[in-house]
């Protein structure tokens, strides 16, 4: 006995060890075996303190009063499958008649009291039958990226959600974002990280940074355009609106119209062509959009209705042209100017890092969803990288991207620096690379794009 106590004290200070420093090797070890057997032997009673049981029906009723028997209790959804995963537990239910997926939802915090789980999430797979994601421990603590990650053309993996599953940037999907943050709140990370997936793809990758280039320029060898000060900027959108128009004008010369050839293969978007013939998607990011946005003068009034249309124009037109655009900013409302909230409404995706105010997360989430820009102003200051993400259907979801240095995303983008297309009409603003020393700048003027 006193061997088998020492071992039985040995296993819990163990665990406890593991909880403590490594949670997603306790929950693999020990929490998923304790939290499945939980979850079944209290499930019922769960589900009637919730709220989530229905009577029994008339005929199991009359059923038990004919052979003189109690009467039945109420039923709970019957679980059709109980999944474990890396992160937690998937709960497949069978809902009861008269039951709707939005009880679960809206019993999702009781869920996670009663099962002693961190997070508890829900959605309807289809008609009758709604998936319960629960996880074991908190995943954006420590970001840890599943292998085996779906890398499908234009879909960036990015960041984790907090129901373990991975968040991606689905550019076909999704054509247009915003991502939003103040200083120092990780914004810079996951722009990162979305550089770094981006860099293996064929696809051609377009900065406007005017902080002088010290966000993107970094990462120039694998960026077929860079600009660092609005001028540049305004010409740089200026030819890629004329790229869009020639685009256009290459689809409708192979669309395949005629009477002979099966819809299905008439052409709308670059995607609908043949390989030989699709010009390479286009990703532009835009750093920092409030310096595009400000002006001081007549003439820097009259370059930023210039680059305001040309933004809107990529952002209205751009998606069949294979052109897609990643707004970045501390704040981006009316207050910038005309053509803004027109701008910001062509951008279906949406990201909030921390914000300083609540005015800030209603810029992103105040015309899609309240409980978003709740979670937005409730991100801690010392939890950095952390966002919410949404679309313009009203979900969203609390996300994080792992830390990247900005060393790694250089040596990612160096690696596949012989991927970047040569693009004829970008030409003039391919950054050079000849790694000019910055002492040798002059003060008076703005350092050249250089590497």
């Known amino acids: 006995m006193t061997w088998l106590t020492v071992a039985l004290v040995l296993v819990v200070a163990a665990a406890g060890l593991l909880r403590w420093r490594r949670p997603a090797w306790y929950w693999m070890t020990f929490g998923v075996t304790l939290a499945s057997l939980r979850v079944l032997f209290r499930y019922a009673t769960v589900m009637d303190a919730c709220g989530l049981t229905v009577p029994p029906s008339r005929w199991r009723l009359a059923l038990a009063r004919a052979t003189n028997r109690p009467a039945p209790e109420s039923r709970p959804p019957r679980i059709l499958r109980l999944r474990p995963t890396r992160t937690g537990l998937v709960l497949r239910l069978k809902l009861r008649a008269g039951q709707d997926a939005f009880d679960v939802a809206a019993a999702s915090d009781r869920l996670r009291h009663s099962f002693s789980m961190y997070g508890v999430t829900s959605r309807e797979l289809r008609s009758g039958v709604v998936e319960v994601r629960m996880t074991g421990y908190d995943v954006l603590k420590r970001v840890q990226m599943p292998a085996g990650i779906d890398t499908r053309p234009m879909r960036v993996p990015v960041a984790l ?77 200026d030819a890629l609106v004329a790229r869009m128009g020639e685009v256009y004008q290459l689809i409708r010369a192979e669309q395949r119209i005629t009477a002979d050839v099966p819809d299905a293969e008439i052409a709308a978007d670059i995607w609908d062509l043949p390989d030989h013939l699709r010009p390479t998607p286009v990703v532009v990011l835009v750093d920092e959009v409030a310096e595009l946005a400000l002006f001081a003068s007549k003439e820097e009034e009259k370059r930023r209705d210039r680059i305001i249309t040309a933004l809107v124009r990529l952002a209205q037109l751009g998606r069949a042209a294979g052109i897609y655009l ?66 313009s259907t009203g979900g969203w979801h609390r996300i994080r991207a792992p830390h990247t240095t900005l060393r790694q995303a250089v040596n990612t983008c160096n690696r596949h620096a012989h991927l970047t297309p040569d693009l004829p009409e970008l030409a003039p603003f391919r950054p050079a690379l000849t790694g000019a020393p910055v002492s040798s700048v002059p003060l008076a003027k703005a350092a050249p794009a250089t590497v």
């Open 161 to 237: 959600r907090e129901d373990g599953w991975v968040h991606y940037r689905d550019y076909r999907a999704i054509p247009h974002a915003l991502t939003l943050g103040a200083t120092e709140s990780g914004k810079s990370v996951y722009q990162r990280n979305l550089v770094a997936g981006l860099a293996p793809m064929d696809v051609a990758l377009v900065g406007i940074d005017c902080k002088q280039g010290v966000e993107l320029f970094p990462l120039a060898r694998r960026f077929s355009a860079l600009a660092d000060n609005p001028d540049t900027a305004a010409d740089l959108l």
């Open 326 to 391: 990643e707004i970045c900013g501390q704040r981006f409302g009316s207050e910038l100017g005309k053509g803004i909230t027109m701008l910001r409404a062509q951008l279906t995706g949406r990201t909030a890092h921390r914000v300083n105010d609540e005015t800030s997360a209603n810029m992103a989430f105040g015309d899609i969803s309240p409980d978003a820009v709740l979670a937005a102003i409730q991100i801690p200051a010392e939890m950095r990288g952390v966002a919410v993400a949404g679309d």
